[in-house]
């Protein structure tokens, strides 16, 4: 069975304190990994996607990385209007254009 | 603008009782999917459609149905047989099925009592 874990749960950071957040999978063979933020109360936002180990794409103070167990997106400096749940997801061989999440990371940047 | 919505914002109901969720894209997206969203649980696929008339049950489908009559929606009818209807509603759509990225709306919450 294809699985997601993200970790931390929850993360507060000081504002300018960079971190970061990971995304580890256990599947058959990965055809896709998709990084989005989601704001309470609304729907998910795109941020990235990932194909290969070994790929990193960057957005702003954001950077996402990829190898062939986990991924991390890598904050850098971070303001308060980050805070937000992170959501990870894959799509595998065999699975279509289906995507599984994991249960996001809840991040709190505070001044 | 581009995008996709949902309406409501908010669905209440009572037990029971059949209610049907609204999922409109003028991105002229193929593929259309519903997902339902519960804390502490990542997001679940319900249906998705990859083209007009035809829809795959996903993993959580019993007590939903849908309807793909057109390319720009993709209403979502959560019946009295879904035991646990009380969730968050997201629908998203994407360019093929070909490993694009899905594009989410901004979601219905609905409360059954």
């Known amino acids: 069975e294809d699985q997601v874990t993200q970790s931390p749960e929850a993360l507060r950071l000081q504002e300018g304190e960079s971190s970061s957040l990971n995304c580890s999978y256990t599947?058959?063979?990965?055809?896709?990994l998709f990084w989005y933020r989601q704001d309470p109360g609304k729907g998910p936002e795109f941020l990235f996607t990932?194909?290969?180990a070994g790929e990193e794409k960057e957005k702003e103070r954001l950077k996402a990385t990829l190898t062939k167990k986990e991924s991390f997106l890598h904050i850098t400096a971070p303001k308060p209007e980050d805070s937000a749940t992170y959501l990870c997801?894959?799509?595998?061989?065999?699975?279509?254009?289906?995507?599984?999440f994991g249960t996001g990371t809840q991040l709190k940047v505070e001044l | 603008d581009g995008g996709i919505t949902q309406s409501p914002k908010y669905l209440f109901r009572k037990e029971g009782q059949n209610v049907t969720l609204s999922c409109e894209q003028n991105?002229?997206?193929?593929?259309m999917y519903w997902y339902r969203q519960d804390p502490g649980q990542g997001l679940r696929l319900i249906y998705y459609?990859?083209?007009?008339?035809?829809?795959q049950k996903g993993d959580i489908a019993e007590g939903y149905s849908v309807s793909r009559e057109k390319k720009e929606s993709f209403p979502l009818t959560v019946t009295s047989a879904q035991k646990n209807p009380t969730a968050f509603y997201l629908c998203?759509?994407?360019?093929?099925?070909?490993?694009?990225?899905?594009?989410f709306g901004p979601g219905t919450r609905l409360t059954v009592t």
């Open positions: 998203a759509s994407s360019i093929g099925t070909a490993g694009y990225e899905q594009y």
């Open positions: 599947v058959s063979g990965l055809r896709g």
């Open positions: 990932l194909y290969s």
């Open positions: 997801a894959v799509r595998v061989t065999g699975g279509g254009n289906k995507l599984t």
């Open positions: 991105l002229n997206h193929d593929a």
């Open positions: 459609s990859q083209i007009v008339n035809d829809f």
